[in-house]
């Protein structure tokens, strides 16, 4: 196939250049409904909010230009089948869990894992068997399992009907996940793997290799994470002889919207494109620009711009070298603060923030320029930094214990109490900090005072927590009666 070749972004090219008069939906009208917008992004990308039609295929059926497009992207990706996801890795990650399990069935997951698992395994009615992930206690984060963690929870399992995977961590580094596959495979269980920052693997012989190449059975991939397409645009990749195509293309269907966006689909044509014609060269550029910027970081004291070096301790096999994860406790602020002082008083927004680190995304769009603008907004940071003691380590709280099963806990009546009084309680919601979205507690499991205190941590730190009915959470859903 020619890689070189936008089959669906053609086609919508040729709708606007035909002048075809618009009798469908959407009701804007090719932006003369709503002319505000119209004059604020213009013509061209309005005339582009298309709906399904012959010449343009059908997203819930494609056997057009959009089958064209996804059978491109599957040949560039190493998989067998390709589908365009227009609601983000969140409906790839349940997909594949509802490809793979039914109600009852157990799945061996990362506690490390997103969200979206959990929502996954509320609409399958699986059961988790959590894998605690292995944790770097110098940089205070979370990295992938181990392949002897993950053979003895098959042992305890054997009834385990699928394995799920994190490819790479958010902040860069992945797991042995060859080995994983391989373990995973010799017991015929199936192996799902959340890309969600990782779409760009594979592409570039620095980086880790892809879920695809290591023999995953399905994985999803955020092409608008690393890959250049836009927000909310996404894939899911098959290659499998445990997990039938046709059940994953029924899930994919029975959730999938009749209304996909054709700016989101011409995207993800044209990032595919790029990355199967120029990717290599394109990683290498940021690479570059990556690593010299991590050099000068590490000449800054008080800062740690991690790489590499943590590779071959348990549970980081490799790393992406394109992320640029900055460790800043030995500043005396947490990365919460130093996101604020970035935003604040440098205009600059970093992607993510935690007690301990700061993570900058850097992509196919940045120049030498960008780069330099954070090291010197970082050089005056540490300049005038009183390098005071940093904040005590606060260690993850150990996975909590599972009394009833998420899709149970979520259909239980449940009550709002006091978080300060919900120690021994059965939560009946999740809480995460987002980014990166890893719950700390889910649904259906005991809270503990540690959860509890780790909780209170993170809201005097002003992380943002996510998941409660109270905005505040000043009080957490339990359930009734517990």
């Known amino acids: 196939m020619d890689q070189y070749a936008t089959p669906l972004f053609d086609a919508v090219k040729r709708y606007i250049h035909d002048g075809v008069i618009p009798f469908h939906v959407p009701g804007h009208r090719q932006g003369r409904g709503i002319p505000e917008l119209l004059d ?52 790839g990650v349940q997909a594949m869990i509802m490809s793979a399990c039914q109600p009852g069935d157990k799945i061996i997951l990362p506690r490390n894992a997103h969200r979206s698992t959990i929502g996954g395994i509320i609409l399958s009615g699986a059961v988790p068997v959590y894998i605690p992930p292995e944790i770097n206690h110098q940089l205070g984060i979370a990295m992938g399992i181990t392949p002897e963690n993950l053979e003895t929870a098959i042992s305890r399992h054997p009834d385990t009907r699928a394995v799920f995977l994190i490819h790479p961590t958010y902040y860069g580094y992945t797991a042995d996940i060859e080995t994983l596959i391989g373990l995973a495979h010799r017991y015929n269980i199936p192996v799902l793997v959340d890309e969600a920052h990782g779409a760009h693997l594979g592409f570039h012989p620095r980086l880790p290799i892809s879920a695809m190449q290591a023999g995953a059975d399905l994985s999803a991939a955020s092409m608008h994470k690393t890959a250049g397409s836009l927000t909310q645009s996404s894939v899911l990749l098959y290659k499998s002889q445990i997990i039938p195509p046709e059940r994953v293309r029924e899930i994919v269907n029975l959730a999938y919207t009749s ?41 800054l004291p008080g800062l740690y711009a991690f790489s590499t070096e943590c590779t071959g301790q348990p549970g980081a096999f490799a790393f992406d070298e394109t992320k640029l994860g900055i460790h800043v406790r030995g500043l005396g ?29 850097a992509s196919f769009g940045h120049d030498r320029a960008d780069l330099r603008t954070l090291v010197q ?20 709280p150990p996975c909590p214990e599972m009394v009833l099963p998420p899709r149970k806990a979520f259909y239980s009546r449940s009550k709002a109490v006091p978080l300060e009084e919900a120690a021994g309680q059965i939560a009946a919601e999740m809480v995460m900090a987002y980014p990166p979205g890893i719950p700390v507690i889910c649904m259906g499991e005991r809270i503990t005072r540690e959860i509890i205190d780790y909780l209170l941590l993170l809201k005097d730190q002003s992380c943002a927590l996510q998941g409660t009915a109270d905005p505040l959470v000043n009080f957490i859903r339990v359930l009734a009666g517990t």
């Open 333 to 361: 602020y947490t990365g919460y603060e130093i996101e604020a002082i970035l935003r604040r008083e440098y205009n600059l927004q970093t992607e993510l923030s935690d007690l301990y680190n700061i993570l900058a995304m």
């Open 40 to 91: 604020y992004i213009g013509a061209t990308a309005l005339q582009m909010d298309l709906n399904g039609m012959h010449d343009l295929d059908y997203i819930n059926h494609p056997c057009g230009v959009i089958g064209e497009a996804q059978q491109l992207l599957a040949q560039a990706f190493a998989a067998q089948e390709a589908y365009f996801l227009v609601n983000g890795t969140t409906s």
């Open 259 to 299: 209304s996909a966006s054709y700016l989101l689909l011409c995207s993800l044509d044209l990032a595919r494109k790029q990355l199967a014609t120029r990717g290599s060269q394109l990683l290498s550029r940021v690479l570059g620009l990556v690593n010299q910027a991590r050099q000068e970081i590490n000449r």
């Open 377 to 396: 907004a970082l050089e005056n940071i540490t300049a005038r930094s009183i390098h005071r003691p940093g904040c005590s380590p606060a260690l993850i």
